[in-house]
């Protein structure tokens, strides 16, 4: 049994272990140990203890359980862990947050292991085999699936629309404040330059690059950007600064000869092309600050007369 010193001094390991951490070790062994690596450790894994360090390490223990000398037949383990070149702490005495880490399973093992025969898995079927258990998302077992049960009404245009990545004026200010984008002197912000940054991350269905109004009552720096969309307070926001904003449009060739110029030779770069009927009144909008705003404005083309044309005004004559 252990005597009266003893247990004081083991009250005041714990007590002291508590200040550091809430969850109490159980043992005066551990709570020196831990006191010393000045971390949680809940269990020690040594297959043999060493004598205690030396008086020093506990003394400040020891005075709060009222005792002057070290008490016998306390131990910590691992000394290696504690020597001047490791530190207190060391490989050796590492180990992962308790629930951190879990046993695989095992399977096949026998029947006393709970696990055995079939594995957990029951008898026959489809997911009793290897392989995918389902052939398909939405498979009902060989049954018409719900999908191909009900009728398909309407129509929608969610495939065919247009999605760009997004780039916000407080992202465009953080990035030219940090000098993560170097405006150019010579031309205007291309996409290219916002994606080298980072500040925007193309994926494969995007068209190009929207101008976005987040952070606009914060924008102050004055910068000549090209986009493919713009919002309009984020158009009067780059104006009020003391800057400008052109929208471009640009097809699938055409972006990614602008992003990645790299993939063309000189010799063979395709001509940029028009936008489509549909996307050509936005591109000639000068409200939307569109490339092709000089067209609003010019006088309609005249083309010579068709063949029938001529000839019918001939006949009139």
Do not use: W
């Amino acid at each position: 049994a252990p005597t009266p010193r003893r247990r004081r001094v083991r009250s005041a390991f714990r007590v002291m272990l508590r200040r550091v951490a809430p969850s109490t070790l159980v043992t005066a062994r551990h709570a020196l140990h831990a006191m010393l690596a000045g971390a949680r450790v809940t269990r020690l894994r040594a297959p043999v203890a060493t004598p205690l360090l030396a008086e020093r390490h506990v003394a400040p223990l020891l005075h709060l359980s009222g005792s002057g000398t070290a008490p016998s037949g306390l131990h910590v383990r691992h000394l290696s862990a504690f020597s001047a070149n490791l530190g207190p702490l060391s490989l050796s005495v590492l180990k992962p947050n308790p629930g951190a880490t879990k046993q695989r399973k095992r399977v096949g093992r026998g029947d006393g292991s709970g696990r055995g025969g079939t594995s957990g898995r029951g008898h026959k079927g489809a997911r009793q085999r290897s392989g995918k258990p389902i052939p398909y998302v939405g498979f009902e077992g060989g049954q018409t699936p719900i999908y191909r049960r009900v009728p398909k009404v309407g129509f929608s245009n969610v495939r065919f629309q247009r999605e760009y990545a997004e780039l916000n004026l407080d992202t465009l200010a953080e990035f030219v404040r940090s000098g993560r984008l170097v405006v150019p002197t010579d031309r205007p912000i291309s996409m290219k330059d916002l994606e080298d940054c980072g500040a925007v991350h193309f994926s494969r269905a995007d068209k190009g690059v929207k101008l976005l109004s987040r952070g606009k009552s914060h924008f102050d720096i004055a910068v000549n950007i090209e986009v493919s969309a713009a919002s309009k307070v984020a158009i009067q926001a780059i104006e009020a600064a003391g800057g400008s904003i052109r929208t471009v449009y640009h097809d699938r060739i055409a972006l990614r000869l602008l992003l990645k110029p790299h993939k063309f030779t000189d010799s063979v770069k395709p001509r940029a092309a028009y936008p489509p009927p549909k996307l050509m009144g936005r591109y000639m909008d000068p409200d939307k600050r569109g490339y092709l705003a000089y067209l609003h404005d010019a006088p309609a083309m005249e083309f010579p007369p068709t063949y029938d044309e001529a000839a019918s005004n001939a006949g009139t004559t």
